[in-house]
Every structure is written in C-alpha cells, then in structure tokens.
C-alpha cells in the first residue's frame, strides 16, 4: 500500500516509518526537518513543510491509500489534514489521541479520569486541543480511527496489544512505542475492526 505519515520524525513515527518499510509498504514521510528522520529506502518518499502548508500537505497525501496522524497536532493541522485528503480523494484516516479524549462506549476509571483530571490541569491547552481535533475527525466523512493512548514508555515491542474502551478491565494505561506503531500499521491496510470507532490501546 501506499502510506501518507504525519510526525514521521518523532520517536514513535520513525517506527511506524520502518515497520512500514519492512512491511513492503510505499511509505511518504512528511516532515518539517527532514534530516531528523534518519531512514534512506528506496520505498520512502519525504515532503518537507510544515504543518500550515496547505500545497505541501496535499501533495503529501495526493496518492495515498491511508493516512496516519502520528504527530499529536493542534486541531488547525488536523484539519487542514482532512481538507487535503478530501481535495486528493483519501478515505482512510489512522489519527494518534489520548485518553483525555471521551468516548460513549467508555466506563468510568478512576485511574483514567485521574491522569485526564492532571493533564487538564498542568496543561490545559493541550488538552483542548486533542479534544477539538478528534471532534473535527469525527465530524470528517472520512474512514477514520482514531487511536487512543494515556503513556508511551520506549520497551520493546511484545506483539500483545489490548485494545477496547477504558473502564471495562481490558486496557491499562501504558504501551510501547514499537507495539503501538504496529496497531496503527495494521489499522492502516488491514484491520477495519474499529472503522469509525475510537478504540484505547496498551500492553
């Protein structure tokens, strides 16, 4: 397939970028320095702009089968996001979230609405801004995922990704980056389980 990644760069995208690769996937890695990817493969494509560069965002996703939101942006980026690949005709969106994102098929968690409770606090404007976004992913005609996490940690991969709705003792609060970067992969060109769903995610 042919993959449009976003936040290629940080330490889970570079993952995501190579396990791609390996995969045998046509990967496009958009990134404001490139140089910070650190990946030469025939298969690999890099469009540099940033994030309110509407010209290069299109032709970053002109082409794609899927597009991966990795890079935890503002709601403005999303946005332009879904306007780009509504112009190129792409339906498949895999966007990164976080826990502090509610979904009606959640239970109350103490633990949950604790850490969401401090990260609204400590950091307000983030935390409306990942809200926003998803509500802006939602409202999008497009085949979206979104992906939501509480804390990354940079173990190994396991292969044993629990992934539900937080508040029924399936998913915990914490994955790997690697394993993490698989899930999204495979919500990209395989799994349609959670096709406009807003599955939680952890080891």
């Known amino acids: 397939m042919r993959l449009t990644v976003f936040g290629a760069t940080g330490r889970m995208g570079r993952l995501l970028v190579r396990q791609a ?11 404001r320095t490139p140089a910070r990817l650190g990946i030469a493969h025939p ?13 290069a965002l299109l032709e970053a996703v002109r ?17 332009r996001i879904i306007a780009a690949m509504e112009a190129a005709g792409v339906r498949r969106f895999v966007v990164v979230s976080t ?7 959640d239970r109350p968690d103490l633990k949950r609405r604790a850490l969401v409770r401090l990260v609204r606090t400590a950091a ?7 809200r926003s976004a998803a509500e802006a992913v939602r409202a999008s ?19 044993d990704v629990r992934a539900g709705h937080y508040g029924h003792g ?10 993490m970067a698989d ?8 799994d349609t389980t959670y096709l406009r769903a807003a599955p939680a995610i952890s080891n």
């Open 99 to 105: 826990c502090s994102v509610p979904d009606p098929e």
């Open 124 to 130: 307000p404007r983030p935390w409306a801004e990942v």
């Open 183 to 190: 899930f999204l992969l495979r919500q990209a060109t395989t």
């Open 63 to 79: 082409g794609a089968h899927a597009v991966i939101e990795g890079v935890g942006s503002e709601s403005a980026a999303t946005r």
């Open 21 to 31: 690769l390996d995969a045998g996937h046509e990967v496009t890695a958009y990134a």
């Open 141 to 159: 005609g497009l085949d979206w995922t979104l992906v939501r996490v509480a804390r990354l940690n940079d173990g190994p991969a396991t292969g």
């Open 43 to 55: 298969g690999l494509r890099v469009v540099e702009g940033q994030l309110d560069d509407e010209p």
């Open 170 to 179: 399936v998913v915990g609060l914490s994955i790997s980056r690697a394993d």
